[in-house]
């Protein structure tokens, strides 16, 4: 199974800054990488995949870079919707697929 | 709209058994590989199962084998999940989520997922 492992497990950020979160996992995936969102009480939402593609009606300020076995996700400038928890996924050695456990992005 | 709809959650004692649904509209369901995915209560998120479009395969997390049954019936474009000897630990809400593919590395990127059902499992 491969383990994926986020860092770090909280970051603050202030609105308009930039925001890096990171993503490694234990054996190569590829390119076979994806992010999602999730906002509380609600069901995540694919943001990336194929480690910098971004999904359908995703803005611009989201990016996503890596291969192998290390990968980051870029919020560019910060706006107040993007406060939120991030997963990233692998799906390239499936079953099973294995998540990340979560970089929780919060207001500086 | 792509849209999917689960229900069937609910409170089940230990060792029970529960029967989730799931919904799909908007898109060609066989065409999609669909999967579960849990999330426990203030914890991250679990794959649980998946099956491919045709439903010929299906795939388990370890933590769930010979417990959880995934299936769908493409004639009424809804996937299930048929849950038995029920344990605490299988206490969360349950999504299910549709893959870009019906099969492959792709069937696991899941780009539409249902807003969740609840299931608790306490005595």
């Known amino acids: 199974e491969v383990v994926m492992t986020q860092s770090p497990a909280t970051l603050s950020v202030s609105p308009g800054e930039r925001a890096t979160l990171s993503c490694r996992a234990s054996?190569?995936?590829?390119?076979?990488l994806a992010w999602y969102q999730q906002k509380p009480g609600q069901a995540p939402r694919l943001l990336i995949y194929g480690a910098s593609t971004r999904a359908t009606g995703i803005p611009g300020r989201f990016s996503g870079s890596g291969s192998g076995t290390e990968f980051t996700l870029t919020i560019s400038s910060l706006q107040s919707e993007d406060f939120a928890i991030y997963y990233c996924q692998q799906y390239n050695n499936w079953p099973p697929i294995t998540f990340g456990q979560g970089t929780r992005l919060e207001i500086k | 709209e792509v849209q999917l709809l689960e229900s069937g959650g609910g409170l089940v004692q230990p060792g029970g058994s529960l029967r989730l649904s799931c919904a799909a509209s908007g898109f060609t369901f066989t065409n999609s590989a669909m999967s579960w995915v849990r999330q426990a209560p203030g914890k991250g998120l679990e794959w649980v199962s998946g099956i491919s479009g045709s439903g010929g395969s299906t795939y388990y997390a370890d933590s769930v084998k010979g417990r959880l049954t995934i299936s769908r019936d493409n004639s009424k474009n809804t996937l299930y999940l048929q849950m038995s000897s029920l344990r605490a630990e299988d206490t969360a809400v349950y999504y299910c989520?549709?893959?870009?593919?019906?099969?492959?590395?792709?069937?696991?990127?899941?780009?539409?997922w249902g807003q969740g059902t609840t299931v608790t499992v306490s005595s």
């Open positions: 989520a549709k893959g870009v593919t019906g099969i492959g590395t792709r069937g696991g990127i899941m780009d539409v």
């Open positions: 054996q190569s995936v590829s390119s076979n």
